[in-house]
């Protein structure tokens, strides 16, 4: 019964209409494979766990104090992707929604935080402080890039993504691509 259903489940999944369908059917498989229970424990040899749970409460604490100083400090000191080894692509493989719930529970924080510093309205850091923080910042996480692959018939499916990323505003700056990739790539600005 219990792999019939999530057979039941994986093939609606393979049928999916949209992100939010597909969302909530990856909940549900979740839920009964046992991945959501997994998500829950923070323990685990794939990631330090205890420096990721440090690192959360201190950032929080000092957002709830109203220390800003502090807060960038903080974040200064160790704002990067693969803190305490959460980057770890086994943490990704899992579960069908999400990884565990610490890390996402910190990822969050760190973008609130940093929504927090950012904020125009925001006079406890001056403006080359946050321009200074941001810089660095940029350095260790990088920027978005899309890579479009080769082949004739994937020129329209690459089409497609970047007719998508256009309607939400979220087309890269680095763009490369082979063969139909390239076309496509080279063309991104007439799709904007």
């Known amino acids: 019964m219990y792999s019939k259903e999530l057979n039941n489940i994986?093939?609606?999944l393979s049928q999916a209409k949209s992100y939010e369908e597909w969302k909530d059917l990856a909940a549900t498989h979740d839920r009964a494979s046992g991945m959501?229970?997994?998500?829950?424990?923070?323990?685990?040899?794939?990631?330090?766990?205890?420096?990721?749970?440090l690192r959360l409460e201190t950032i929080r604490a000092y957002r709830e104090q109203g220390d800003d100083q502090g807060l960038l400090f903080a974040l200064n000191e160790g704002v990067h992707g693969?803190?305490?080894?959460?980057?770890?692509?086994?943490?990704?493989?899992?579960?069908?929604?999400?990884?565990?719930?610490?890390i996402e529970d910190y990822v969050?924080?760190?973008?609130?935080?940093?929504?927090?510093?950012?904020d125009k309205k925001n006079k406890n850091i001056s403006f080359e402080d946050k321009l200074d923080f941001f810089r660095r910042a940029s350095h260790c996480f990088g920027r978005s890039a899309l890579m479009l692959s080769g082949g004739g018939q994937l020129g329209n499916f690459h089409a497609g993504v970047l007719k998508?990323?256009?309607?939400?505003?979220?087309?890269?700056?680095v763009i490369s691509g082979s063969s139909a990739g390239y076309i496509c790539s080279f063309s991104r600005d007439t799709i904007r």
């Open 164 to 173: 998508i990323l256009a309607r939400h505003h979220l087309i890269p700056s």
């Open 36 to 53: 959501e229970a997994w998500k829950q424990v923070n323990h685990s040899d794939l990631y330090d766990n205890d420096e990721i749970y």
């Open 108 to 118: 969050d924080e760190l973008v609130d935080a940093i929504n927090h510093i950012a």
């Open 10 to 12: 994986k093939k609606e």
């Open 82 to 102: 693969n803190m305490g080894g959460m980057g770890d692509p086994r943490l990704y493989e899992k579960a069908l929604l999400g990884t565990k719930q610490l």
